[in-house]
């Protein structure tokens, strides 16, 4: 499923404006909406957060990444940041969805992250779910990222530290932040679903932290092993690996789809706009596609064109129609495989042509028919192509009757 990504920024908890993300599937119905909360130093660019956020996005749960205060394209100095006010963002930015595309009903959180959705989740009343990946069981273990500048911090008061290879101000309030936090009591009384994320050979955050997390949290939880993966997701396929896993883990505390009561009777489409210059969304019975035009006209390219879908039609129509006969025929017919192009041809006379510019359209098929088929077989199955009722009926004279609804 293909995924928009959009801008979306929001009023932080002292008063700055945080930007983030918000990924959601192109067309179809949203299934849920997940927050993402990213690692210590990380931003909504990390390739954990892009990644967990698109796999989780395509699986239809949108889901908004966003830089905390001080960090990435946030306003605020990372300075006045701490575990506290990363706590206050979250709860933000819960508040934005829900005055927007509607409030998050999963938590997800990337190491300290993790940390601090444990910590927002009782604050934001309709999370169900709550997803750690890497997360410490203790929020004074990312001190231990800041190495030697610790003990500069605690002498001066605030100093400037150096974290994976960048500086950072960091002042005592940082520090009295993270110390004591009371995260066995907040896993103790969590009271929503729990899933641990962690790699065994993390050699950031540690597995036993996982463990801790695991045994403070009650019932329903769970624990999978990211085998492969490191702390930051940044082998391959990782972050794909941990959405699909929050996806399928996630379904059992999400409310069930329900079906559109003004979906439209089979043989019956409907089509409407929808965001994008060209973008519609069509809905035939319990089926929705999207069709768009391609960058090049100026579309989004986020599904065939409406040229593409007549020849899709008169090609499964055909095929099908081939595959009937064989099939009531006993015919040793494997595969049916057809390529069909559209284009319009100058005529120097057509008694037929309905248009003042002396133009018919054309469309190319060229039909494959794989098995072991003799040469009369074969031409069989090619006259019987040309019966498809598409095909039948792009042959027809055609009136489209068209009435304001």
Not at 203 to 212: C, E, K, M, R
Request: aromatic share 6%.
């Amino acid at each position: 499923m293909k995924i928009t990504s959009e801008k979306f920024q929001f009023t932080g908890s002292a008063g700055q404006i945080l930007d983030g993300r918000l990924e959601r599937p192109a067309s179809g119905p949203v299934r849920a909406i997940a927050l993402f909360a990213h690692c210590f130093t990380c931003t909504k660019n990390s390739r954990g957060a892009v990644r967990v956020s698109a796999a989780l996005a395509a699986q239809g749960i949108a889901t908004l990444r966003f830089d905390f205060t001080g960090l990435g394209n946030s306003e605020g100095a990372f300075s006045d940041s701490g575990f506290i006010s990363n706590v206050s963002d979250l709860v933000a930015a819960a508040n934005a969805l829900r005055e927007g595309p509607g409030a998050p009903a999963i938590l997800i959180g990337h190491s300290l992250g993790g940390a601090a959705a444990i910590a927002a989740a009782a604050k934001i009343e309709e999370i169900k779910a709550v997803v750690t990946i890497g997360a410490p069981f203790d929020v004074d273990h990312v001190l231990g990222q800041l190495g030697d500048d610790l003990e500069k911090v605690k002498t001066h008061g605030q100093a400037e530290v150096h974290i994976g290879g960048r500086p950072f101000v960091v002042n005592q309030a940082f520090l009295d932040e993270a110390y004591d936090q009371p995260q066995a009591q907040r896993l103790a009384r969590l009271n929503k679903a729990l899933l641990i994320l962690h790699a065994p050979d993390d050699d950031i955050v540690a597995l036993d932290n996982a463990s801790a997390i695991f045994q403070a949290a009650h019932h329903p939880k769970s624990f999978i092993a990211l085998d492969g993966a490191d702390h930051l997701l940044t082998t391959k396929g990782s972050g794909e690996y941990a959405a699909q896993i929050i996806t399928a883990w996630v379904q059992r505390y999400l409310p069930a789809l329900e079906a559109s009561d003004d979906a439209p009777e089979m043989g019956f489409v409907t089509v409407e706009t929808a965001s994008g210059k060209f973008k519609q969304i069509i809905r035939s019975g319990s089926h929705q596609l999207i069709a768009d035009e391609p960058l090049s006209f100026g579309g989004s390219d986020l599904g065939p064109g409406p040229y593409d879908y007549l020849l899709a039609g008169l090609g499964a129509c055909t095929s099908m129609t081939i595959k009937m006969y064989a099939d009531r025929k006993n015919i040793p017919l494997e595969k049916v495989t057809i390529e069909l192009e559209h284009s319009r041809e100058h005529v120097g006379d057509c008694d037929s042509c309905n248009n003042q510019e002396n133009r018919i359209d054309v469309i190319d098929r060229t039909i494959s028919l794989s098995g072991d088929l003799s040469e009369k077989q074969r031409e069989k199955l090619m006259e019987i192509a040309d019966k498809c009722p598409v095909h039948r009926t792009l042959e027809n004279r055609i009136d489209i009757h068209s009435t304001l609804g």
